[in-house]
């Protein structure tokens, strides 16, 4: 039996599964069929989950999102696992770059609660995102001049004051997609959303199945106004401090790719900087130096992107900012 003070560092079921997006029930299912085990056992006899165990739950999970069984990945060692998601995610990747436009041209609404961590992963797949700390704030930004093209909302709890400001935030702006993520909700509420035209997604899902349902969504969302679009500078998804820690990392592969890429980003971030605060002497001259911001900021969010991608492939954790 693994040592009580190792049992206190592992993951217990529960909090496993909210971490993976599966149910607890479908864990202990696949522990009985000796698909996936535990491989810490406290001294009350409780299973807990350790880092490597959670690791193989998310790609068993992940697999399955992408059309796997468990029974034909179950006894895969994590070498083949990686392997195979490796190779079905580059698949499914291609098949959405060839067949439905990108998001990354499009500009998001999130409103979510506080410290709430569940649409994190969906921030980045969007040219832009803006954050709301309620729905009156909203409301508010959709009624005036906006880019938005879908909004995202967590809605966490049996909040039917919610549910309701959903019908009506729906109802107002019916050229807009709504996508609900939600755990409880009633099932009256749950038809009234659905025939409202309101996308409802259940807690818990993970990350590959929400960026997967988004992008399947692409072809129905609203295009922005190219000209407008132009002018829209991206937020930056990873802080200085970060990119530092992480041109400071020590890479899975024998590369130096991560290294090199955080240092582009930071070259192309400090351009960015000085192009928006460089004087001009005429109106030519800074209709020139905002072009060459936009276009900076084009470039440094590709690049983001592809760091932060980079980073999940090569196994290198992003700090917290």
Known sequence: ?????????????????????????????????????????????????????????????????????????????????ETRLSELKASAENAFSNEIPSLANLQAGFLAPTHSIRLNSAKPLFWSSKSFASMEDLSEHLRGEHQLSIILIDSQGRNPDEKTAILELAASFPQLTIVTIFDFMQRNQLKELAKAGVHLLRWPINSIMIERYLYSLTPTLLQPNKTEAKTEIPERLLSESQLMALSDSEPDLDCECPRHVSSLVSSLCAFEDYSSNCSFESEKDRELHDFLHAETAKARRIMELALIRLCREDGVEIPAP
């Not at 206190?8 to 864990?27: E, F, L, R, V």
């Not at 193989?56 to 468990?70: A, E, F, M, T």
Request: aromatic share 4%.
């Open 1 to 81: 039996m693994i040592q009580e003070t190792e049992a206190n560092t592992g993951y217990k079921i529960g909090t496993a599964a909210k971490m993976a997006g599966i149910s607890p029930n479908t864990i202990r299912t696949w522990m009985r069929r000796d698909y996936f085990t535990a491989s810490i056992e406290s001294e009350s006899g409780e299973r807990i989950l350790s880092s490597n165990d959670l690791k193989r739950l998310i790609h068993l999970k992940s697999l399955i999102d992408l059309g796997d069984s468990i029974g034909r990945i179950a006894h895969l060692d994590e070498e083949a696992l």
